[in-house]
Nanobody, 123 residues
Framework: VQLVESGGGLVQAGGSLRLSCVASGQTFSANVMGWFRQVTGKGHEFVAAITRSGGTLQHGDSVKGRFTISRDNAKNMVLLQMNNLGPEDTATYYC?????????????????WGQGTLVTVSE
């Protein structure tokens, strides 16, 4: 599975961005799609995940109420709507897929990763 993220950029605090990730290749295995983020020098933080049907989804504690994950299976795409952004959301955001829904969502449980898209939130 190949994953390509887009939608990152520079935004002021309080603003919004929408990230997109398109999957190609053996997408039949991409039953779960999700997002992690990483600040340089730190580990990957779970942001959100969603099942193929969209019936099960989860958001990390630090983004609940502000970020929303969704999925468009016809386009093999997962989206992350990010509202009320703050400087603490500055990070590189990665899209990833897994065949199974695992909890907790840890990076090692996602087999395929995109190259990442940088989100920078200014004061």
């Amino acid at each position: 599975v190949q994953l390509v993220e887009s939608g990152g950029g520079l935004v002021q605090a309080g603003g919004s961005l929408r990230l997109s990730c398109v999957a190609s290749g053996q997408t039949f295995s991409a039953n779960v799609m999700g997002w992690f983020r990483q600040v340089t020098g730190k580990g990957h933080e779970f942001v959100a995940a969603i099942t193929r049907s969209g019936g099960t989804l989860q958001h990390g504690d630090s983004v609940k109420g502000r970020f929303t994950i969704s999925r468009d299976n016809a386009k093999n795409m997962v989206l992350l709507q990010m509202n009320n952004l703050g400087p603490e959301d500055t990070a590189t955001y990665y899209c990833e897929t897994s065949e199974y829904w695992n909890f907790p969502h840890t990076p090692d449980r996602f087999a395929f990763w995109g190259q990442g898209t940088l989100v920078t939130v200014s004061e």
